[in-house]
């Protein structure tokens, strides 16, 4: 059985429909329609050496508790980028080594000693607090004058909604039709220098539910 009692250092984010955008997600979700009780660790650096030369390359990562409190199991299908101030669009996982996520479990064995890395092909999360699931989610090292980063995780959701492209046009002359999915939204900014950036130079700022 899972421990019922989690990190002093989590940050839980509940389900409120929270976001400045337009559309926005639904205030009161539609019976079919769930939304994950998420848990977010701090962004932190991990330096890990690779290849022939021991070249220490830097990496990103933060660790979500995912809870599913609906009364059925659910699909997940995540997706998690990183966007910097500076417009650099970072997906999970590219360019990033098998091994790390192991090197994170070590880390925070104590805290998350079923620690996963997040998965690409989707997976189901039961119901209950029991059967939460933790996840490390990894990004390479980005712009090194970036003072500011964004993190977008969807798949924490079923909401979506389809709108017209203000500007894109299909093959009818008609706007293009543009799928968004409710997303977690989580803002950090950042000091100093990229490869001297320690804990204390990284500080959370806000977090909200967006369609994106």
């Not at 926005?24 to 539609?30: D, E, R």
């Not at 490390?136 to 004058?145: E, L, N, Q, R």
């Not at 009818?172 to 950036?197: I, W």
């Amino acid at each position: 059985m899972r421990r019922s009692v989690y990190g002093m250092s989590v940050v839980w984010l509940c389900a409120a429909a929270v976001g400045y955008a337009a559309p926005q997600p639904a205030i009161v979700q539609a019976p079919s329609q769930w939304t994950a009780k998420v848990g977010v660790e701090p962004l932190r650096p991990i330096t890990l050496r690779v290849g022939e030369q021991d070249h220490a390359r830097r990496f990103w990562y933060t660790i979500l508790r995912v809870e599913n409190s609906m009364a059925r199991d659910v699909d997940f299908y995540p997706q998690a980028d990183l966007m910097t101030d500076t417009f650099e669009l970072v997906p999970t996982g590219r360019a990033v080594p098998s091994d790390l996520c192991q090197i994170i479990k070590a880390r925070h064995t104590g805290t998350y000693p079923l620690l996963e890395d997040l998965p690409f092909l989707g997976t189901k999360i039961l119901q209950g607090r029991d059967h939460a699931r933790d996840f490390a989610v990894i990004w390479p090292d980005f712009d090194p004058k970036a003072k500011a980063v964004t993190l977008f995780i969807s798949g924490l959701s079923n909401e979506t909604v389809v709108i017209d492209h203000p500007t894109a046009r299909d093959q009818t002359g008609k706007p293009a039709k543009v799928f968004l999915r409710k997303t977690l939204q989580l803002d950090f900014a950042l000091q100093g220098e990229s490869d001297l950036r320690g804990d204390e130079d990284i500080r959370f700022i806000t977090s909200r539910w967006v369609m994106r």
